[in-house]
């Protein structure tokens, strides 16, 4: 079976920085290679919506309200990616939940809060 696991979050002081992990359990080493992984957010009363992903190559991409702040890595020997967020604010405050899509289905992390106070 397949899941993924996060770790990271918590209450942290507006300008403040933390990382965020997510390791993927159960998929092979070649598998987790061509993998792309997103990282969405939800805020109170908000959708969920995409802040960061990284691709198969290792190329990234970033909603314009999180550029310059968030960088998101992918350690393959350890099947994990890392979001490191810099720069927080208020309005960052959010669920933060890993996302990849395995053999057509969406898989999910449990999603670490994050606050952000000002």
């Known amino acids: 079976q397949v899941y993924l696991v996060e770790s990271g979050g918590g209450l942290v002081q507006a300008g403040g920085s933390l990382k965020l992990s997510c390791a993927v359990r159960?998929?092979?080493?070649?598998v987790f290679w061509d993998q792309e992984i997103g990282w969405y957010r939800q805020a109170p009363g908000k959708e969920?919506?995409?802040?960061?992903?990284?691709?198969?190559?290792?190329?990234?991409k970033y909603a314009d309200s999180v550029k310059g702040r968030f960088a998101n890595s992918k350690d393959n020997a350890r099947k994990s990616v890392n979001l490191q967020i810099n720069g927080l604010k208020p309005e960052d405050t959010a669920v933060y939940y890993c996302?990849?899509?395995?053999?057509?289905?969406?898989?999910w992390g449990p999603g670490p809060q994050v606050t952000v106070s000002s």
């Open positions: 969920r919506e995409l802040v960061a992903s990284i691709s198969s190559s290792k190329s990234t």
């Open positions: 159960g998929m092979i080493l070649s």
């Open positions: 996302h990849t899509n395995y053999n057509g289905k969406d898989l």
